[in-house]
């Protein structure tokens, strides 16, 4: 009697990397969930953005997000930031969505300083 072996682990699509899909579920996450405060640019320009105190961290600033880790912005993602309006999302987001994100904030709204 043989045993088969399943799956629920798919083949990625033709053509598609697994940074690319980790990119696109990151922006995905983001524009759901990021998007309202940091804005479509990264740089906290939207209504609600501008009405914290203190403002959303701007992802457009190359030497300010130079300075700060990947281990860092996981800890504020998971955590939050006390005493600014980032809540934690532990708990919504698991530890590779939370990867995702940063990969996506990283590729898409740096700029040379």
């Not at 961290?57 to 030497?63: E, G, I, L, S």
């Not at 530890?95 to 990969?103: G, K, N, T």
Request: glycine letters at 10%; a positive charge.
């Amino acid at each position: 009697m043989g045993c088969c072996r399943v799956s629920l682990v798919q083949p990625l699509p033709t053509g598609m990397t697994r940074a690319r899909l980790d990119a696109l579920v990151g922006e995905q996450i983001y524009r759901q969930s990021c998007v309202v405060c940091h804005g479509e640019k990264g740089d906290g320009q939207t209504p609600l953005g501008q009405s914290l105190v203190p403002r959303p961290r701007d992802f457009t600033r190359a030497q300010e997000m130079a300075a700060i880790s990947d281990r860092q912005l996981a800890q504020v993602i998971a955590g939050g930031s006390p005493g600014t309006a980032m809540a934690p999302w532990r708990g919504v987001l698991n530890s590779e969505d939370i990867r995702r994100v940063i990969l996506f904030i990283r590729q898409t709204f740096l700029r040379a300083p």
